[in-house]
């Protein structure tokens, strides 16, 4: 059976809900389960069925968005290999991150929540694999073997540099009243990585389909991490 238990219960897929919208609304450190159960309409004692803690309850809340973020990127990799060239991913990566707000927050340097999600080792080892730094520092060696990008320039100086460009990138696109009229963002961004990036000649379809199959597996291997996260965070175990 799944460990996203929401899947088989109505009541835990309120409260998760509840919780969501009571954390952004107000921070970690103020909500209270009283509060998540009767925004969920259930007693507190049900929240408690499922999740030991407030703070199980929005590690796993957490979890769960990291993990809709990268099934996401995978789907699309998998589907089409082609996905994993630097200016395609970049977009991608950044406009897929914008669509989940607790990620957002702890970007914004939410104490409460970044002090939540670091209070274990192997935690804090697994949520940092998937900071924009540590996704740059994975994925730009695998580009790099299969010629995806340029080997004129140190590898982490471009590990730098890109890793800047998705910062800044997604920083702006957060808020989209900065955006002059008439400039598409995506493509911008896209064009931004190819100059900094990509080699002067294309790779072969058999490279970027090496790449594609590499960076797969680390996905899933991070995937693997968030599902077991989530079902330690849970008290009925799966």
Same mark, same amino acid.
């Given at each position: 059976?799944?460990?996203?238990?929401?899947? /088989?219960?109505?009541?835990?897929?309120?409260?998760?809900?509840?919780? $969501?919208?009571?954390?952004?609304? /107000?921070?970690?450190?103020?909500?209270?389960?009283? !509060?998540?159960?009767?925004?969920?309409?259930? @007693?507190?004692?049900?929240?408690?069925?499922?999740?030991?803690?407030?703070?199980?309850?929005?590690?796993?809340?957490?979890?769960?968005?990291?993990?809709?973020?990268?099934?996401?990127?995978?789907?699309?990799?998998?589907?089409?290999?082609? %996905?994993?060239?630097?200016?395609?991913?970049? #977009?991608?990566? &950044?406009?897929?991150?914008?669509?989940?707000?607790?990620?957002? $927050?702890?970007?914004?340097?939410?104490?409460?929540?970044?002090?939540?999600?670091?209070?274990?080792?192997? =935690?804090?080892?697994?949520?940092?694999? %998937?900071?924009?730094?540590?996704?740059?520092?994975?994925?730009? #060696?695998?580009? /790099? $073997?299969?010629?995806?990008?340029?080997?004129?320039?140190?590898?982490?100086?471009? %590990?730098?540099? &890109?890793?800047?460009?998705? %910062?800044?990138? @997604?920083?702006?696109?957060?808020?989209?009243?900065?955006?002059?009229?008439?400039?598409? #963002?995506?493509?911008?961004?896209? =064009?931004?990585?190819?100059?900094?990036? !990509?080699?002067?000649?294309?790779?072969? =379809?058999?490279? &970027?389909?090496?790449?594609?199959?590499?960076?797969?597996?680390?996905?899933?291997?991070?995937?693997?991490?968030?599902? =077991?996260?989530?079902?330690?965070?849970?008290?009925?175990?799966?």
């Amino acid at each position: 059976m799944s460990q996203l238990i929401e899947r /088989h219960s109505r009541k835990a897929a309120r409260i998760l809900d509840s919780a $969501r919208e009571l954390v952004l609304d /107000h921070g970690v450190h103020k909500v209270t389960v009283s !509060e998540i159960a009767r925004a969920a309409g259930v @007693g507190k004692g049900t929240v408690y069925l499922y999740w030991p803690a407030k703070e199980d309850l929005i590690l796993g809340l957490f979890a769960r968005e990291l993990l809709a973020f990268l099934d996401e990127i995978t789907t699309r990799v998998s589907a089409d290999p082609a %996905t994993v060239l630097p200016h395609r991913l970049a #977009p991608l990566l &950044v406009r897929t991150g914008l669509k989940f707000p607790l990620a957002r $927050r702890v970007q914004s340097g939410d104490a409460d929540l970044l002090r939540l999600l670091t209070q274990q080792a192997g =935690d804090r080892e697994l949520f940092a694999r %998937t900071t924009p730094s540590a996704l740059c520092e994975a994925g730009m #060696p695998i580009h /790099h $073997r299969h010629g995806l990008i340029r080997h004129d320039r140190p590898l982490p100086e471009l %590990t730098y540099a &890109v890793h800047a460009v998705l %910062t800044g990138f @997604g920083a702006a696109l957060s808020d989209p009243a900065t955006a002059a009229l008439g400039v598409d #963002p995506d493509q911008v961004l896209a =064009d931004t990585v190819a100059r900094l990036l !990509e080699p002067p000649v294309a790779p072969s =379809d058999s490279a &970027v389909a090496a790449a594609a199959d590499e960076a797969l597996v680390f996905l899933r291997q991070i995937r693997k991490g968030m599902l =077991d996260l989530i079902e330690r965070s849970q008290t009925l175990q799966r």
